[in-house]
């Protein structure tokens, strides 16, 4: 079987436990590689995961000539620079989320992707888990009636002190880390882009950046409510309220292998998946088929225009423009 060679780009805690392992498990990828600034840990991930190679620097990774594609697992702040250099390294990409810091930003990903004719890809990895797939198929078949409203929250306490989601010149902050996740939701459920935003957030006045914001996304076809927080109790739920009927997602974005929705009332259970194996195997495809991912750059750069009307909305404490 032909297998897509994946280097990861960072060593990230978060990596470690779960997407890393993700990757290790996806048919159709190989992962060979693992990069960080500094070779110890490098080395450390390596040997943790049995890996053939460590390199002492992002750089070095993007030099490999066996790796064909990179996923991207730095701090915020740097996604955007690195994504770019490896696409401009010929190397096909799945970035983190955010997929940069702006809308600029983003849109300059998206030209090195199509100067470099490679593919590029925010890691949302929730849109290929069942469960979203069963509720976005109870909205096309017309289950609930046309969307009116969806409504998603993901907050959880997060510890104060040295940690990147505080430090604002990495693009730290709920929205970038959590709140992401409710706007690209409301994009997919109503299969359009918001029009405008309306905002309020509070800023923590020790690190400078947000730490609760609650939002209102404005649509041609209705409202998206979603907030999130650094300093609220673990939820992570998703309800699209439709003319007839609800779909409820309890565990919207970290999912149990095993999910349960509740659509128009009736509770089903999912088959067991992985969603980031998912997103992986699907991208991993589209490479080697030589076809188009089902998200791409342009989805990437839409989505980082939501994300800054909201955080513009914040700061001006107005309705700002998508």
């Known amino acids: 079987m032909q297998r897509l060679i994946w280097g990861v780009l960072g060593c990230a805690s978060f990596a470690r436990r779960r997407t890393i392992p993700a990757l290790l498990r996806t048919p159709s990828a190989r992962l060979t590689a ?18 053939p190679r460590a390199h002492s620097s992002y750089e070095a990774l993007l030099a490999d000539p066996e790796v ?11 996604h955007a620079e690195w994504t770019a250099r490896a696409l401009e390294a010929g190397k096909h990409v799945v970035c983190e989320k955010p997929f940069a810091t702006d809308a600029d930003e983003a849109r300059r990903v998206a030209a090195a992707a199509s100067r470099a004719g490679r593919h590029v890809m925010e890691a949302f990895m929730w849109r290929f888990h069942p469960q979203h797939l069963r509720a976005r198929a109870a909205i096309d078949t017309g289950a609930v009636g046309r969307v009116q409203l969806v409504r998603g929250a993901f907050s959880f306490p997060l510890e104060r002190g040295a940690n990147v989601r505080w430090r604002p010149d990495l693009a730290g902050g709920s929205l970038m880390d959590l709140g992401c996740y409710p706007i690209s939701a409301a994009r997919f459920y109503f299969g359009a882009e918001p029009l405008r935003a309306r905002a309020w957030g509070d800023v923590d006045a020790e690190y400078g950046v947000d730490r609760r914001i609650a939002a209102v996304l404005e649509f041609a076809g209705g409202r998206a409510l979603l907030d999130c927080a650094f300093d609220l109790p673990f939820r ?17 974005w970290q999912p149990p292998e095993e999910a349960e929705i509740v659509v128009a009332g009736q509770a089903e259970r999912l088959p067991a998946a992985n969603h980031y194996v998912e997103m992986f195997e699907h991208f991993s495809r589209a490479v080697l088929d030589g076809t188009a991912p089902r998200y791409g750059p342009a989805d990437a750069v839409a989505q980082m225009r939501a994300v800054e009307a909201v955080l513009r909305s914040v700061h001006s404490g107005a309705s700002e423009p998508v």
């Open 34 to 51: 693992v990069a960080s600034r500094s070779a110890e840990r490098a080395e450390a991930f390596r040997a943790e995961f049995e890996l």
């Open 68 to 78: 064909g594609a990179v996923y991207v697992v730095l701090p915020n702040g740097l």
């Open 236 to 252: 992570s739920d998703l309800e699209v309220v439709g003319e007839r009927g609800t779909v409820a997602l309890p565990r919207a």
